[in-house]
């Protein structure tokens, strides 16, 4: 009777619960407008305070709206699974009652406050809008390609280079090669210090780096014996570029740099300062002459510098260290009484013209568009010898080389506001202006990290996802759109290639591009330094992206901000140490980076993070998740690479919305051995499934995970007895997997001959855009699947066999005529015969990079592999006529023959 009246209960609020879904649904469509609105009243924010204001309130409106919506969306997504195990009147029973509960005790009070705000907001800046004439239009200059227009790194600064070359004390003319340079360095001179001076963007960085030719951190010293005593070269060449404030934290941290650089990382560093210093005075005594970088420097107190300073003073003579910095009271503090500062000033106006037309032309030719130089000139007077600003705004002008919209740019009101040196040029400001509306968030999101924060590829465009930034368009899944809008960022050169990583995908920010992404961003995004009370005035309540660089000790008074529960986004710069209390407190947390923490076990309530989307742990100490860290049902990505975790409990299999899950390799295998693993098709990255008898484990699982990505190894295909159940994992539907690897039993990879098995490989068919295939420990005789053939591989490029002992015939009948084919290797003792393979053109210039092992007892047919680089053969033991193969004529590209075979003559 009583579960009677609570259904009767229920169905009397269904008219209500009508009315707020239409509530609800009002709201959502407000807010394209409100967002349309912030783009708009972003052209006046710069000029008019009261813009700026009342853009604030329109954006902390936005941001509750949007906090609200998502809120409702996870209690329903929260309710749908902990109902999939209740049994169906227990669901319907629970659905109807928490529905009314939930929805109907409070809510509809929130939605309505809620959207009355931000109708107000919106009412607010839409007649100031309107009374200013600021109903701009949409901007949609999205580039057609994602490629980088590239501009000299170093123009127009020979003279700049040559006279700090001269106070280095090398002569002009021998600075081609670093050789001589360190050569010419040897020299004995008197310790000093240089300096390098001038207004953000104009080329520090680039000129310090001609002239020392030294573009990461690294030494000279010898790697024979302890770096410390064995140090042989004449000069150790130290670069630390975008080291920002010699702050307390900072002197700690670029001392720990040195001393790793010159012992190679050999040296114990101290937890003690103290200790740290007397480490690095021993090994300035006994390591030779030294020239230190220190680029783009801030102000920071004397004594500061000083205590930085000191142990260098005893440093050997000739030694010297050069600073980068656009701050004069920088240059007064750190330059040596016998040397001047030399001071990059603007471009000169006939060089930075050459510079800016390229960047604003692109590869067009400038003659055919002559209206457009005469704007371009006019522009061009205006960016006071920028290269930044001629790099960002003729990027801009390079999108639509049209006359109306070069006149737009130059007729800009910003160009009318002041301008004083270190401030943040027009140009730059134009150049985020004119970005669309999707990029703007991106873009200034990414001023809450640090200066000279790097960041990897698809670190930041996964935080996009889980921050919402990313429109949905068609069936393109989210994370390819966010490679478009970063791609589309460096294109504008609002971000570039981190130096420090020249073969990894990472990113940084020039410190002028950060500043104007700051001025943006001020409201919404903090990066906090220490805990002073301008820093404290700062966290107000239209924060929502942290980032916090302050020690541990500090952290744990932060649970008396009071605002805590808007943070979106909290990131720790430092390893945290202390157990965090106040995590309950981010009602509203969608990223959460813990990268490098100190702690073992996360608090328990990181599990109350109902919203929390992206979860970063990686390089941390966290051996085990909390128990009901697996109710984080909106969680989309888990970052614990390279990190001390375990163990993967059974219930992550209930984070259906899980996109990301990177993990140590012992979990990762671990990870494949879980029942239930196809209850996430967002899951993209699966390094191994291990295929089991039971349910929940065969290989069917795989049938709904679309989203893989990159490398899936499937294990234990043994287990797999037909063809037609292999086919039931649905490879072929896999577009974004670009490595398939197929391993049966490795502990039976010597055992018997498996009936059936040929069949199996010809129901794992792949995708056509598989890159790279492997087979290891097949036990069928025979491997000739249906599919291998060019049409249905066409981007194939490494072929892999291993262990392949029972095979009898290898059927590949199309291997020279694949588009890209890099490695065609077969390490099998009784491969026996080799059949149909026929030569593709000799000059077909799609059949590039080949290498592989081909083995045959009845020898080798004649044919040319164009393409062939390398050639391995192992334990083919039955191979006959090799010699007939290894010729020129079939093997024109080859560079590399290795075997490790006794082979028949």
């Known amino acids: 009777m009583e579960a009677v009246q609570q259904v009767l209960s229920a169905g009397i609020n269904i008219r209500e619960e009508t009315q707020l879904k239409v509530e609800l649904e009002c709201l959502r469509t407000t807010l394209p407008k409100a967002r349309y609105l912030i783009s708009c009243g972003e052209w006046g924010m710069f000029k008019d305070k009261g813009v700026a204001e009342l853009l604030s309130q329109l954006k902390d409106s936005t941001y509750e709206a949007e906090d609200l919506l998502r809120e409702l969306d996870d209690k329903e997504l929260r309710q749908k699974i902990e109902d999939a195990d209740r049994t169906w009147a227990g669901q319907f029973l629970s659905s109807s009652l928490n529905l009314a509960r939930n929805f109907m005790h409070g809510t509809k009070t929130r939605v309505k406050e809620t959207q009355n705000k931000l109708d107000k907001a919106v009412a607010d800046i839409e007649g100031v809008l309107n009374f200013m004439g600021l109903n701009v239009e949409s901007v949609q200059l999205m580039p057609e390609t994602s490629s980088v227009i590239s501009a000299p790194q170093v123009f127009g600064r020979d003279e700049e280079r040559d006279e700090l070359m001269e106070k280095l004390g090398v002569p002009i003319g021998r600075v081609d090669k ?125 004594n500061q510098w000083e205590e930085f300073y000191a142990p260098f003073r005893t440093g050997p003579e000739g030694s010297m260290i050069l600073v980068t910095t656009r701050y004069p009271m920088v240059a007064d503090l750190v330059t040596s009484n016998n040397c001047e500062p030399v001071e990059l000033k603007g471009l000169p106006v006939d060089i930075f013209w050459e510079l800016f037309r390229k960047c604003a032309f692109g590869k067009n030719n400038p003659e055919a568009y002559p209206s457009l130089q005469d704007i371009g000139r006019s522009i061009s007077s205006r960016l006071c010898g920028s290269p930044l600003a001629a790099k960002t705004l003729g990027r801009l002008l390079n999108m639509e080389l049209t006359e109306r919209h070069w006149r737009t740019i130059q007729n800009s009101e910003l160009w009318e506001l002041p301008y004083r040196d270190n401030e943040i040029l027009p140009a730059l400001q134009l150049s985020y202006l004119y970005l669309p509306q999707e990029l703007k968030r991106c873009f200034a999101f990414c001023s809450m990290f640090p200066k000279d924060y790097s960041f990897k590829r698809h670190e930041i465009v996964n935080i996009w996802v889980a921050e919402g930034f990313i429109a949905p368009r068609g069936t393109m899944r989210l994370e390819d759109l966010g490679i478009i809008y970063l791609d589309d960022l460096r294109s504008r050169f609002l971000y570039q290639d981190d130096p420090q990583f020249p073969c990894e995908r990472r990113y940084v920010m020039h410190d002028l591009i950060h500043d104007m992404a700051q001025s943006i961003s001020v409201d919404e995004c903090f990066s906090m330094q220490d805990r002073s009370y301008q820093n404290q005035r700062r966290m107000t309540h239209t924060i929502r992206h942290l980032s916090v660089e302050i020690d541990g000790q500090s952290l744990s008074t932060m649970k008396g901000f009071q605002h805590l529960n808007k943070l979106r986004s909290l990131r720790f710069g430092n390893k945290v140490g202390v157990e965090i209390t106040w995590f309950n407190k981010l009602s509203n947390i969608l990223f959460l980076s813990l990268q490098g923490c100190k702690l073992t076990n996360l608090p328990e309530s990181i599990c109350e993070l109902s919203s929390l989307r992206y979860l970063d742990i990686s390089r941390s100490s966290v051996e085990e998740l909390p128990e009901k860290f697996w109710c984080l049902y909106s969680l989309q990505v888990l970052d614990a690479n390279e990190s001390c975790l375990k163990t993967i409990h059974q219930d992550v299999t209930k984070l259906i919305n899980l996109r990301s899950l990177e993990l140590p390799e012992q979990v990762s295998r671990a990870l494949s051995r879980l029942n239930g693993l196809g209850n996430m098709p967002c899951l993209q990255d699966l390094k191994y499934f291990r295929v089991g008898k039971g349910i929940g484990r065969r290989i069917i699982v795989l049938k709904g995970m679309n989203e893989l990505s990159r490398t899936l190894t499937i294990l234990s295909l043994n287990n797999v007895p037909s063809a037609e159940e292999a086919a039931e994992a649905r490879l072929f539907d896999k577009l974004y997997i670009k490595e398939l690897i ?164």
């Open 178 to 302: 670093i050789d001589q340079v360190i050569e010419q360095l040897g020299v004995p001179l008197i310790t000093k210090g240089s300096e390098i001076r001038s207004v953000g963007s104009k080329g520090k960085g680039p000129v310090a780096e001609g002239s020392t030719m030294a573009k990461r951190l690294k030494t000279t010293c010898s790697t024979a014996g302890p770096p410390a005593t064995n140090c042989t070269s004449n000069v150790s060449v130290l670069s630390i570029y975008g080291i920002g404030g010699v702050g307390k934290t900072m002197i700690r941290g670029i001392t720990e740099e040195i001393v790793e650089s010159i012992s190679r990382g050999d040296y114990k560093l101290s937890c003690n300062f103290n200790k740290l210093r007397e480490s690095l005075l021993d090994l300035l005594k006994k390591c030779p002459k030294f020239l230190l970088v220190l680029d783009d420097i801030w102000p920071s107190a004397n």
């Open 742 to 905: 197929l391993r049966w039993e490795d502990r039976n990879v010597r055992g018997q001959l498996r009936a059936g098995q040929n069949g199996v490989v010809e129901g794992l068919r792949p995708h056509p855009c598989i890159e790279r295939l492997q087979i290891h420990g097949f036990c069928g005789d025979m491997f000739s699947p249906t599919w291998f053939r060019p049409e249905d591989l066409t981007t194939l490029r490494s072929l892999k066999l291993y262990l392949c002992l029972h095979l009898k015939c290898l059927s590949i009948p199309c291997i020279s005529s694949l588009e890209e084919l890099e490695f065609y290797e077969v390490g099998i003792e009784r491969l026996t015969t080799l059949d149909g393979i026929h030569a593709g053109s000799a000059g077909d210039p799609r059949t590039q990079n080949l290498s592989g092992i081909i083995s045959s007892s009845n020898g080798i047919a004649s044919f040319a592999f164009t393409r062939l680089t390398v050639f391995r053969l192992n334990k083919c033991n039955k191979l006959s006529n090799l010699d007939q193969f290894l010729t020129p004529e079939n093997l024109p590209s080859v560079k590399l023959i290795w075997k490790s075979v006794t082979v028949k003559s």
